[in-house]
């Protein structure tokens, strides 16, 4: 069929191009064919690698990251850590469990390779839980229950009344050694967690049985001026989403303020056609404000412990070394 057949769509239109693979070629260099290739899964994947470089590159960005779902017990932890420990990731909210999961690694625990096809009876019995094909022994939660309660006693009297949770995030990150910890790298960095579903958690239970003994109390309004404070202060806002669910919600709600993000990229495997916010793909967001009308927006629908590692390594090639 000649060229030009659509009239003046062909002729305005860019070809597809294939993708080409060799011996030896780099992450970036193979996203980069995606990129170049330009449509479905691979030229979002790409487009995405793109947005997040950009978001890297702009020390005048400010950088949020969403984290909900197993992430860190899926095995993110590392990469996570490793991008707020070069500055690149500067908040992160957050689901209060994958801070959990990130406090059982700094403990010296491991989370243990399971299957789905699993006997959960028989797991049950031998106190391990089961996150998927991940399995976590119960008995760590014993440890962690201890550990957290010995950082709550060390905070002065005078200030417990009215803590944010952000500051506990803080301060056991400042008792972590492991450097691959999320806490610790956030704490070195003066990266905030902001956990807004903080009590949804195993922590969250623990702490309410000895709160009361020690006289602690959340203020989650705290959280509130934590986070806004690095909006509203922000030349240019840049999110990154893995998953959905409230931190995906509580992130960009807050960035309304500032009439939306100016670069986002969100990597989740729900659906829009239900009307929930976890498949909300972010062009709904324009009417909201979340999003600027032309930001850079991409959605990549993918497992978020697949496409991120992708997307980050392909983004930092892409800086200056």
């Known amino acids: 069929m000649k060229p030009g057949f659509l009239g003046g769509l062909a002729a305005s239109s860019k070809f597809v191009r294939q993708m080409r693979i060799w011996s030896g070629m780099t992450v970036g260099q193979l996203v980069d064919e995606m990129r170049a290739c330009g449509v479905l899964g691979a030229g979002r994947l790409g487009e995405a690698a793109d947005i997040v470089a950009e978001m890297f590159r702009d020390e005048e960005c400010q950088v949020i990251l969403t984290l909900a779902g197993a992430l860190v017990p899926g095995g993110l932890r590392a990469v996570i850590s490793h991008l707020v420990d070069r500055g690149f990731i500067n908040v992160i909210v957050t689901t209060g469990a994958n801070m959990v999961h990130d406090m059982i690694e700094s403990l010296g625990f491991h989370h ?38 010995s950082i709550l ?40 967690i902001i956990c807004p579903g903080f009590l949804d958690s195993v922590v969250g239970f623990q702490f309410w049985t000895y709160a009361r003994d020690l006289g602690i109390k959340l203020d989650f309004l705290k959280d509130m001026d934590i986070l806004m404070d690095r909006i509203f202060e922000a030349k240019r806002l840049g999110l990154i989403i893995l998953g959905g669910g409230m931190p995906k919600h509580f992130a960009m709600f807050a960035t309304t303020f500032k009439e939306g993000v100016d670069l986002a990229v969100q990597i989740t495997m729900d659906r829009p ?49």
């Open 112 to 149: 243990l390779r399971g299957t789905f096809r699993a006997d959960d009876e028989a797991l049950r019995r031998s106190g391990i839980g089961r996150i998927g094909d991940i399995y976590v022994e119960l008995r760590v939660y014993e440890e962690l229950e201890r550990w957290l309660k």
């Open 153 to 192: 006693e060390e905070i002065p009297p005078e200030e417990r009344g009215a803590l944010p949770v952000a500051r506990i995030m803080e301060e056991a990150g400042k008792r972590i050694k492991d450097e691959k910890s999320i806490l610790a790298a956030a704490s070195r960095r003066g990266a905030p």
């Open 273 to 321: 056609e239900p009307g929930g916010l976890s498949g909300a793909p972010l062009e709904e967001a324009i009417s909201w404000s979340k999003v600027k009308p032309n930001a850079r927006a991409v959605t990549v629908i993918c497992d978020a412990t697949i496409a991120f590692p992708i997307i980050a390594a392909a983004a930092l090639e892409k800086l200056p070394h």
